[in-house]
């Protein structure tokens, strides 16, 4: 999660989990041969994180030397070998849609931190954006038009209510609320993705109060967004995993989404 607040406590959930029930999973298709990005479609990468040492070495012979510094900041090896395999997917999957080596992509970053290919290299106005969470990772890409991907780890019995009444809207905490008990944690998590997705389609960052919008959080309801340029944007959830809640926000609403498994032979 971002925002200055520490998400719900991530784990390994021991019994079925309440999006588990509800959730009619995506259908994610192995990695096409060749990388063709078109207008008017999205693609979505899933991609588990634990991958071998030698990967991670790899990855890391293709990171800048800022993203070398950003990764050294973290005090758990978990969390460098995360951010570290995550930035190399990034970098992997950019290179094979620009054609170009990892290695020599270069990136440009917004007033608010949101990264892009730098000019010099993005002639076809690629955009991407990317989310991880306790081993696993979304990655969106499309063509001239804006998008935003959040995926979180479920875990229930966290107690999101004080979490939901200092950041959601009050049609979100009353809706959260009208839940039956076993759904609130599946309501809580897709709530939190698909705003968390907006703020970072718009890349506005934290000049959007996560209030000032609304989305829907019922489970197995079509997926709602409620804001002042509303029409201007679409809202899908993403089901990579029974233990995860996900959801991608694109621009316009004439889209077509594919959904890839990013699976190197030498991880995990």
Not at 173 to 200: H, I, M, N, Q, S
Request: aromatic share 10%; glycine share 8%; net charge neutral.
């Amino acid at each position: 999660m971002s925002r200055d607040v520490e998400g719900p406590p991530g784990g390994a959930c021991g019994k079925e989990s309440s999006v588990e029930r509800h959730y009619i999973f995506n259908s994610w298709t192995p990695a096409p041969y060749q990388f063709e990005l078109r207008e008017g479609e999205i693609h979505v990468w899933r991609a588990r994180l634990d991958c071998k040492e030698d990967v991670l070495r790899q990855f890391e012979t293709t990171l800048a030397p800022d993203e070398r510094v950003r990764a050294n900041r973290f005090f758990f090896s978990q969390d460098r070998d995360a951010f570290v395999a995550t930035r190399g997917i990034l970098r992997e999957l950019l290179g094979k849609y620009v054609k170009r080596p990892p290695a020599t992509l270069k990136f440009d970053y917004s007033s608010h931190g949101k990264p892009s290919l730098c000019a010099e290299i993005n002639q076809g106005q690629l955009e991407f954006n990317v989310s991880h969470s306790h081993g696993m990772a979304l990655l969106a890409f499309a063509a001239k038009r804006h998008v935003g991907v959040d995926i979180e780890l479920i875990v229930e019995d966290f107690g999101g209510e004080e979490i939901a009444a200092r950041y959601f809207s009050r049609h979100e905490v009353a809706e959260l609320k009208a839940l039956p008990p076993d759904l609130r944690a599946a309501g809580f998590y897709l709530c939190w993705t698909r705003k968390e997705a907006y703020v970072k389609a718009r890349g506005a960052g934290l000049s959007i109060p996560l209030k000032s919008f609304h989305v829907s959080l019922t489970p197995g309801h079509p997926e709602q967004l409620h804001s002042a340029d509303s029409s201007r944007w679409s809202i899908h959830s993403l089901q990579s995993d029974a233990k995860y809640a996900g959801a991608l926000v694109v621009e316009g609403k004439d889209w077509r989404l594919r959904c890839w498994d990013w699976e190197p032979a030498a991880c995990d």
